[in-house]
Structures are given as structure tokens and as C-alpha cells.
């Protein structure tokens, strides 16, 4: 998971000024690692802090802890009740102090992190991990201090300057990736090997990335790849030009939508070996993207040189030439005035040919310079070969690994209990008492409509397709809240919640108006019907509740003012970041964890995943309320 960076950092404290002044309601710590603060400041604000990883604020308040920490404590007895004077970041580092006057917060968020109470000398009353003593601040050059001749000085060694810019410069990984791409550099250049015009355009490049951030000009976002959330950034970057970007008002905005979607809760609920094997497939998965690439690209670099052969061997033998008539000096100082030249070795020259970059080695003729790019191309191929097949094993791995978890929060029992016809259904009970049904597919679409819509009842569907026919039976006697929890039914189990809506548009009409048969010279899809007459229409938010009915034995989803009504114990859902097999999981131990003792067996065994699953919206969900309190 990201951790911000020394740039995002700088961006997210200059918005948290806006905390200056606030008062300290209430403070909690969610061990290992987190903090959250209550401020009134112009308003209630809850600023999260996570040591090695994050700092902002959210609108998604957890749920208190039910015991302090004994770290919990002391930050209370120290800064309940008292002002935000200063807030800022360390010497451009990722390190944050938050300033009462005579106590202050400083939080770490790189490697594995700290947040430490002080005094005003900064001697430590206590850290996150319950040490003292006195703070030192890590030594760091801010980035854009430095000069040319100090980058240069920092960057002329023999590795990589991808590496050396991300490591000796401070930029990290990312911003060094960007850095060499905005300067035109090859990443894997060697430090040694830049000219003097290389490292002037490295440094125009780093002063593009950071200067429009100093002067405020900013767009928060979220990288966005196959719809899930990889990156939040403060500026748009050449390295994702070409993903899916989601844009918001303020840099926290972002980064609170970024960590609250793709934070897995579970994590501390997986077994190790369940995160050890989820990692090994994520880096294999990344080394994967790297072969192919590597493959293709030699590949390509051979195709290439045959393809333009009689350049090629032209500049070679031209190359070749002047070698033998000059001394290394003379023929590097020649060939390097070249346009098309851009290194020089004693026993090769690096071209630049239609953009691609081509090594000539001079012992070499043209067909052993391109086979020396196909046999870089086979080697990454039988690379990618091997981890292919341990792509593969990791998979299955994980798939086993994901079963027994689910098991543990399966009952070695099973209760016997009599089905009710409608079960098979989607279906729920309004607050009222009165019975919905609604179709998990088209063929029980047209089985409701055609076998169970009755004239007294009332008929609920979705504007967007993609949604099950729902009746309510009886409806035309139902209370205006029946009508409306049926429409918010219709909206939790259609494509609204696949979608990522939080809000849709239902409307209900009775039952002489829904027709099974299409009009003259039309034709009718399974399970679709049409309507005739006027519409009325509802507009509903798409939350959701799964729950444990005792008295029934048996588990009961829909709209949370009918499930809280029914149930013992219920969790409330939104749209989230967990698919249907891993939120299920998370709500039959969530549902065990809060039932009473003597009725937990009980739970458990009524509450298992799979019973679960068939209660829970299509597309991914997140727990946001666990009942009773």
C-alpha cells in the first residue's frame, strides 16, 4: 500500500492549516499504528494519522475503540482541550509536527513509522511503540535546494540514475521514474555516464515537477487502473498519462477517497500466510509486466536493425573507420558531435535511429549486433516461461489459502430449518410486515411477473437496465414506508451498486400495468416486460443491511430500516473496496464477534459466508456500522 510521498506530504499540510486554532475534542488510537484526532475547527474534522503511511483528514469515522490504549490515554490527558498552533512538515521530509505550544505530535510516515507526544524541547513523553528519550529529527536535503553541481556531485557514481535520483536525492521511486522521463534520460543509464547536458535536463525536470506545486497549481487525483485505485496524487505525472484519473476539490479529498477504497481491513484479520502469499503474487505479477516489456522491446530493437540494415551497417563501418585513424579521445569527441550519437564506449556507440536507441559494438557485425537483442529477447521470454507457471502455483495457493479462512468462520454445524417458498428469491420483509420478492436472474425475472404478481400488488424497477423485477406483494395496502424501502431493494440489488452510485432512480406502478407480451411486431427479451400508464418515481440511497434473525433462524438483507427492525444483530453496508466473496467473510465474523456468548454457536451457524453472499449487492461493499452497539 502507497505511503505518501515528501511532495504529498508538503501539499496535504499546507490544506491542514485550515486546522489552526481548532480545539482537541477527543483523540483515539487504533493500535498498531493509527491515530485519529477530533477538532472542532469551524466545524467538526477528523484528521487519521498512520505512522510509515499516511496523515489527513476523512469523513469516514471509525468506530471507538472499546478500550484506550494506554497511548490513547496519555495523548488525551495531554491534549484534550487544547489549540492547534502550528502544523508542518519537517525539512521537506516525511515527518509531520502538529504544535499545542508546550506539547506536540510529531508523526513519521516512512518505513515502519512512528507518532511520538513531546514537549516543547521535543523530549518524548511517550511514543505509538510506549518508548521516551529525546526526538532527533532525520537528517534530509530538500530536493529543490540543491543545485546542479550538487546533483551532479550526488548522482556521478556507477548505478543507475533511476536509483541514485530516487535514493540520493530524495525523490523516491516514483518522482525519480518521472524525473527521467520528462528529462528524456534512459533510467538505466549509469550516473558515470551522463554528460553534462544530461544532468542540466534532469534538472530542469525535477524543477518542473516541484516548482508548480510550491506555487499552489495543483490537481488532486486518483490513478485509476481496470477500476481499481493505484495511486492519489497531488499533480498529474507523464507516468500515468494514459490511465483513468478521478478528480477532486482538495488534496485530502483525495487521499481520503484513496485510502478509505483500497485500505484492506482485513489484513489484520488474514492469516500470515494468506498476506505473505497476496504479496509474492503482487511482485510477481509486477515482474511479469517487466519481461514482457523486456521481450518485446529487444525484440523489436532486432526487427529494427534488419529492417534498416543498410543504415545500420553504413554508420558501423563508418564507426569502425575512424576508430582505427583516432585515439579513443579523438574518436569520442567526433562521434559525439553526431546528432544521432548519444554514448560513446571504447568498444561501441549507442545511436539514436527513427527514436529507437540502438548499441553498435564494434567487434561486432550487424547480424551479431541484432542477434545480441534477440538473445536479450529469449532470455526474458524463458524468464517469463518460469514465472508463468509460479504465477500459476501462487493462484492456486491463494485459493486455498482464501478457503480455509473462510472456513474459520463456518460452523461445524448445521441448523435444520424448513425454507419458506420465497427464499429461493430475493426477498426481504418491509417494516411493516409486508413481503418483497425480487428475481437473481432473468428467468426468475419472468417467473415473478408472470407467476406471482398479483392485482394487488405493487411492481418496483430500476430507470437503468441490469435490475430485478420486484414485486410487493400486497401493495397497494402498504404503508408509504413499505413503498419506500421495496424501491431502495430495487436499487441495492440492480447495476446502481455495481456502478459505484450512491443514490437511483426506482419507480412502482400496480399490477394491470406491467405486460408480459410484446406489443404487435415487437419482440420481448427473456424477462423483460413493459409498462404501460404513468410511473411513479422514487428516489432512494443505495445503503444496505445483512443481519441475523434468531427468532427465525435464518439471515435476512435489504434496506437497513426493515433489517434493523427483524434482526438481532446486523451489519450496515455501502459501496466500497471488498468483492462478495471477501465482505462476506469479513460480516459472518463481524455478525459472531458481536453476538452474546450463549448465542454465538448459534450465529455462527446460521451466519456462514456462503448463506451471506446471497444477501449482499452486486459489485464490492464496506462495512460502516456494526448493531447493536
Not at 77 to 90: A, M, P, S, T
Not at 333 to 343: C, G, H, I, N, Q
Not at 419 to 429: A, L, P, T, Y
Request: glycine letters at 6%; hydrophobic letters at 35%.
Amino acid at each position: 500500500m502507497k505511503s505518501m510521498s515528501s511532495l504529498d506530504i508538503y501539499v496535504c499540510v499546507r490544506e491542514l492549516q485550515e486546522l489552526i486554532g481548532g480545539k482537541v475534542e477527543k483523540i483515539y488510537h487504533y493500535p498498531p499504528n493509527e491515530i485519529r484526532i477530533k477538532i472542532y475547527a469551524k466545524g467538526r474534522k477528523d484528521l487519521i494519522i498512520e505512522a510509515g503511511r499516511r496523515i489527513h483528514l476523512t469523513i469516514f469515522p471509525k468506530e471507538s475503540p472499546k478500550f484506550p490504549s494506554p497511548f490513547a490515554m496519555l495523548l488525551r490527558k495531554h491534549l484534550e482541550g487544547k489549540r492547534i498552533e502550528k502544523i508542518w512538515q519537517h525539512d521537506f521530509d516525511r515527518v509531520v509536527v502538529i504544535d499545542f505550544g508546550d506539547r506536540k505530535i510529531v508523526a513519521e510516515l516512512f518505513a515502519k513509522g512512528n507518532v511520538a507526544l513531546t514537549d516543547e524541547n521535543f523530549d518524548v513523553i511517550m511514543d505509538i511503540h510506549g518508548k521516551r528519550g529525546r526526538y532527533e529529527f532525520p537528517e534530509k536535503k530538500p530536493p529543490f535546494e540543491l543545485t546542479l553541481d550538487e546533483l551532479k556531485k550526488l548522482c556521478s557514481e556507477e548505478k543507475e540514475i533511476v536509483k541514485l535520483l530516487a535514493v540520493k536525492c530524495g525523490l523516491g521511486g516514483l518522482f525519480a521514474e518521472e524525473t527521467c522521463l520528462r528529462a528524456g534520460i534512459d533510467k538505466n543509464k549509469l550516473g558515470k555516464d551522463l554528460s553534462d547536458e544530461e544532468f542540466e535536463r534532469i534538472y530542469r525536470a525535477m524543477m518542473s515537477i516541484f516548482e508548480p506545486v510550491f506555487k499552489g497549481d495543483i490537481k488532486p487525483h486518483i490513478v485509476i487502473k481496470d477500476g481499481e485505485y493505484i495511486d492519489v496524487l497531488p499533480i498529474e505525472l507523464e507516468y500515468y498519462r494514459d490511465y483513468e484519473k478521478k478528480y477532486f476539490e482538495s488534496f485530502n479529498k483525495a487521499l481520503d477517497e484513496f485510502y478509505s477504497k483500497t485500505i484492506a481491513e482485513t489484513e489484520e484479520e488474514e492469516s500470515e500466510e494468506l498476506k505473505k502469499l497476496r504479496k509474492r503474487l503482487e511482485i510477481q505479477l509486477e515482474s511479469k509486466r517487466k519481461l514482457e516489456e523486456e521481450a518485446e522491446k529487444f525484440k523489436s530493437l532486432g526487427d529494427f536493425i534488419y529492417e534498416n540494415y543498410a543504415t545500420i551497417e553504413k554508420a558501423l563501418n563508418a564507426f569502425r573507420q575512424a576508430k582505427e585513424k583516432m585515439s579513443f579521445e579523438e574518436f569520442k569527441a567526433k562521434a559525439k558531435s553526431l546528432k544521432f550519437v548519444k554514448d560513446v564506449g571504447k568498444d561501441y556507440v549507442v545511436i539514436v535511429l527513427n527514436g529507437k536507441e540502438i548499441r553498435l559494438d564494434l567487434d561486432k557485425d550487424i547480424h551479431g549486433i541484432a542477434e545480441s537483442y534477440y538473445e536479450k529477447a529469449k532470455k526474458a521470454r524463458e524468464k517469463l516461461e518460469g514465472l508463468l507457471i509460479a504465477i500459476e502455483k501462487t493462484k492456486k495457493e491463494i485459493e486455498e489459502a482464501e478457503r480455509k479462512e473462510k472456513l474459520k468462520y463456518t460452523a461445524p454445524i448445521r441448523i435444520v430449518r424448513k425454507r419458506e417458498w420465497f427464499e429461493r428469491f430475493r426477498w426481504f420483509i418491509t417494516s411493516d410486515g409486508f413481503l418483497a420478492i425480487g428475481g437473481r436472474n432473468a428467468q426468475m425475472n419472468e417467473e415473478i411477473v408472470s407467476k406471482y404478481l398479483e392485482p394487488k400488488d405493487l411492481f418496483f424497477h430500476t430507470q437503468t437496465p441490469g435490475a430485478p423485477a420486484v414485486v410487493l406483494k400486497k401493495g397497494l395496502e402498504a404503508p408509504e414506508i413499505s413503498i419506500v424501502e421495496t424501491a431502495q431493494f430495487a436499487a441495492i440489488y440492480s447495476s446502481l451498486w455495481k456502478q459505484g452510485l450512491h443514490s437511483g432512480e426506482v419507480y412502482y406502478v400496480t399490477a394491470d400495468q406491467v405486460k408480459k407480451s410484446a406489443k404487435a411486431g415487437e419482440y420481448l427479451p427473456k424477462g423483460s416486460f413493459y409498462i404501460v400508464g404513468k410511473r411513479n418515481y422514487i428516489t432512494v440511497e443505495l445503503k444496505c443491511a445483512v443481519g441475523v434473525d434468531l427468532s427465525n433462524l435464518r439471515v435476512m438483507g435489504g434496506p437497513v430500516s426493515a433489517i434493523s427492525k427483524h434482526c438481532d444483530y446486523y451489519v450496515v453496508l455501502e459501496i466500497g473496496d471488498k468483492d462478495i466473496n471477501e465482505i462476506s467473510v469479513e460480516i459472518a465474523k463481524t455478525l459472531v464477534e458481536r453476538a452474546k456468548e450463549d448465542e454465538r454457536h448459534v450465529v455462527k451457524a446460521i451466519a456462514t459466508p456462503d448463506e451471506i453472499s446471497k444477501f449482499l449487492p452486486p459489485g464490492k461493499s464496506r462495512i460502516v456500522g456494526v448493531f447493536p452497539k
